[in-house]
């Protein structure tokens, strides 16, 4: 059995990410939040979000190059791809935070609405897979 390295330097690398950001300027690393804010209206925290953002772009770009992994290939309808995002969009509206920021930041801090959403997500995503792979064979 071999160790599933990048899956474990890629958990130390957001959890130190997350400690680093509270740390250092006392925010949650909520991905969804910091990209609405990124893009939405000006505000005086806009340069480290943007920063943060672009540092995601280009952490997966490195990933891809010193690991030499392919890039991942988007085969599927564009209207499919739409729909999704405004599903996922949806979802962390009406969860307050995304994956994220609940099940990386929010249960690190102990926060009751974190620990629900996670186990939310979780049970939905176990339900969406069984459901899936039962009606769709994939």
Do not use: Y
């Not at 943007?50 to 995601?56: D, M, P, Q």
């Amino acid at each position: 059995m071999t160790l599933p390295i990048w899956p474990i330097i890629g958990g130390i690398l957001i959890g130190s990410s997350a400690v680093l950001l509270m740390w250092l300027i006392g925010r949650t690393a909520g991905i969804s939040s910091i990209v609405w804010n990124a893009i939405s209206t000006p505000n005086s925290d806009r340069i480290w979000q943007v920063l943060f953002v672009f540092g995601l772009a280009i952490g997966a770009f490195l990933f891809h190059e010193l690991s030499g992994r392919p890039f991942p290939q988007i085969n599927n309808d564009p209207k499919l791809a739409i729909a999704a995002g405004l599903l996922v969009g949806f979802g962390v509206r009406l969860g307050s935070g995304c994956t994220s920021g609940h099940g990386v930041c929010g249960i690190g801090r102990l926060a009751p609405r974190s620990l629900v959403a996670t186990s939310v997500f979780m049970v939905v995503a176990i339900l969406t897979v069984k459901i899936v792979r039962n009606t769709m064979g994939a």
